[in-house]
């Protein structure tokens, strides 16, 4: 079973920027698109991006369009998600998860996730 665990979270200042990165355990991270989730308190959990599983192409929801930018790097089983200039809409819980098919952006597309890394941004 795939194991998938994020880092990079933090609290930052409104404007700032954090580098999320999942790593994946197992041999068969080249195989999958990727994607990063996310949920705020009392809200349901978003679509922000996905990745091809060769990395040549990506998506991305109107929210953090031009402001963030997905990659892999497969020979390290690791996907990243750069986010610049942060707002505090951006504040939530990140997740990446998994996915046999691209693109996708519902949830229900995803067969496996991390345990969500905590990202806050301060006004």
């Known amino acids: 079973q795939v194991q998938l665990v994020e880092s990079g979270g933090g609290l930052v200042q409104a404007g700032g920027s954090l580098r999320l990165s999942c790593v994946a355990s197992?041999?068969?991270?080249?195989?999958?698109?990727m994607g990063w989730f996310r949920q705020a308190p009392g809200k349901e959990r978003e679509f922000v991006s996905a990745?091809?599983?060769?990395?040549?192409?990506?998506i991305y929801a109107d929210s953090v369009k031009d402001r963030f930018t997905i990659s892999r790097d497969n020979a390290k089983n690791t996907v990243y998600l750069q986010m610049n200039s942060l707002k505090p809409m951006d504040t939530a819980v990140y997740y990446c998860?998994?996915?046999?098919?691209?693109?996708?952006?519902?949830?229900?597309?995803?067969?496996?996730w991390g345990q969500g890394t905590q990202v806050t941004v301060s006004s």
């Open positions: 998860a998994r996915s046999g098919t691209y693109p996708n952006t519902s949830p229900t597309h995803y067969d496996a």
């Open positions: 197992g041999r068969t991270f080249s195989s999958y698109a």
């Open positions: 990745i091809r599983r060769s990395g040549g192409s990506t």
